[in-house]
């Protein structure tokens, strides 16, 4: 079965620097999506990628979807303690309408001031 | 328009009781997805589900648990005769109905503890 690698697993970063989090499948990606949970909420949808190559941002935080579509890196720029959270990474195992997304374990940010 | 919605946010039940979560997909999404979140575990899939129908149960526990999503109302995850182990944060997400991959919207999750 397909699994989702998040590395590293917390981080910690003095506000105002770039972090990188990285999340690697065992199998071909058919959609890639990254999530934001807060502690004792819900996820907040960030962004999808589906093809290789494709970049995407949004505010300060940028993904990638390698050309392997095996990889994908979110990268925070200037962070700030609002971006304190979990990220999280999903990916669908099939590429078809209706299929369950599976998770990696998350990475733990925090954003020190 | 409104998110994804679950009640109650909170759920407090002592063993062997029954719990029934409720999930109101987003305005226009007909395909609702149950996940849970165990401490110190990623997310995991539960079950698929669209208008009155099952699709995927895959990912449900074969006794006690069980899901619906009724033509009216909400979709309902039910869980009979609980255990601790059943202690966690149950989310729904929703997707619109459109072929491919579709971004699937989570709700606040309802965090079940079972005492």
């Known amino acids: 079965s397909q699994e989702l690698e998040q590395s590293p697993q917390s981080l910690i970063v003095q506000e105002g620097k770039n972090l990188t989090i990285n999340c690697t499948s065992s199998?071909?990606?058919?959609?890639l999506y990254w999530y934001k949970q807060k502690y004792g909420e819900g996820l907040i949808f960030l962004m999808m990628?589906?093809?290789?190559?494709e970049e995407k941002s949004h505010e300060k935080i940028t993904a990638k979807l390698d050309e392997k579509k095996q990889q994908s890196s979110l990268h925070i720029t200037a962070s700030q303690p609002s971006h304190a959270g979990i990220y999280l990474c999903?990916?669908?195992?099939?590429?078809?309408?209706?299929?369950?997304?599976?998770f990696g374990k998350g990475t733990t940010l925090s954003v020190s001031s | 328009n409104a998110g994804v919605m679950q009640n109650p946010r909170h759920l407090v039940r002592r063993r062997g009781q029954e719990a029934r979560l409720r999930c109101s997909p987003m305005k226009g999404h007909s395909h609702v997805y149950w996940y849970r979140q165990l401490p110190e575990e990623g997310l995991k899939f539960m079950v698929y589900?669209?208008?009155?129908?099952?699709?995927?149960e895959s990912g449900m526990p074969k006794e006690r648990f069980s899901a619906e999503f009724p033509k009216e109302g909400p979709s309902i995850l039910r869980i009979q005769q609980v255990v601790r182990g059943d202690s966690a944060a149950y989310f729904c997400a929703s997707s619109p109905p459109e072929q491919g991959g579709e971004t699937q919207y989570f709700g606040p999750g309802t965090r079940l503890l079972v005492l």
């Open positions: 589900l669209q208008k009155e129908n099952i699709i995927d």
């Open positions: 999903g990916a669908f195992t099939h590429n078809q309408a209706g299929t369950a997304l599976i």
């Open positions: 199998k071909t990606l058919y959609g």
């Open positions: 990628l589906q093809k290789g190559g």
